[in-house]
């Protein structure tokens, strides 16, 4: 049996954030700065932990996104990738949502949902317990820049790099040196990941969630 096999039957025995985290294992190399289209996104692999999440593509504020549509469910889209932090650490995105959740707490399984999210992972192989993930996340109420552990995994880290409502209509790009994260985060040098997912989900709290997603880019940490 193959490492990818053995990490895909183990999802079947854990929920959520600890079998997104197994779920990404080695399986290609990355290009450089290519760009990742929202269409892109959209065809990548498929992980349903609840009701599936919808997405689709739409235009919104004048772009080509990938809109996330979700009512008590819970769904990541997911790419198994290596990719070169040596070469290109610098993980460039943009995403919005339509609003957050209410009466939330994200520390707790009871509240972790979040209207947009987007993962990045370094697989253990058939030590699971070694895998690390970085969970990028739109926050309804944590503060921008507080990190705390994941309530279903704890090797996954959260980091909050918006919060609250939209204050525009348009995406918010986001730039993160994804090596110097792990680095701070999980206290671990790397010089490659092994996937990327993104993940809208409203299962926990039951509450309504719509987001959206943009193109994705790996660049050089001097761009």
């Known amino acids: ?106 520390t707790r399984k009871s509240g972790d949902d979040y209207p947009v999210r987007l993962y990045v992972v370094k697989d253990g192989g058939l030590l699971a317990w070694r895998t690390r993930a970085v969970n990028y996340v739109w926050s309804s109420h944590q503060p921008v820049g507080m990190v705390w552990t994941n309530a279903y995994a704890s090797q996954a880290r959260m980091l909050a790099l918006q919060s609250g409502a939209p204050e525009q209509a348009e995406p918010v790009t986001e730039r993160r040196n994804v090596r110097e994260d792990f680095q701070r985060l999980h206290g671990i040098a790397l010089d490659s990941i092994d996937g990327i997912a993104i993940m809208t989900d409203c299962d926990d709290s039951g509450q309504p969630a719509t987001g959206w997603y943009g193109a994705i880019r790996w660049l050089p940490a001097a761009e």
């Open 1 to 106: 049996m193959t490492s990818l096999q053995t990490t895909r039957q183990a999802m079947n025995s854990v929920r959520r954030g600890a079998a997104l985290l197994c779920v990404l294992a080695v399986a290609s190399t990355a290009q450089g700065a290519e760009s990742i289209s929202p269409a892109d996104i959209l065809a990548w692999e498929r992980r349903d932990f609840a009701d599936p999440t919808a997405y689709r593509l739409e235009e919104h504020a004048g772009q080509t996104l990938l809109q996330a549509q979700c009512r008590n469910a819970a769904s990541a889209l997911y790419l198994e990738t290596t990719i070169d932090l040596r070469e290109t650490p610098v993980l460039e995105w943009s995403w919005t949502v339509a609003d957050v959740f209410d009466n939330t707490d994200e």
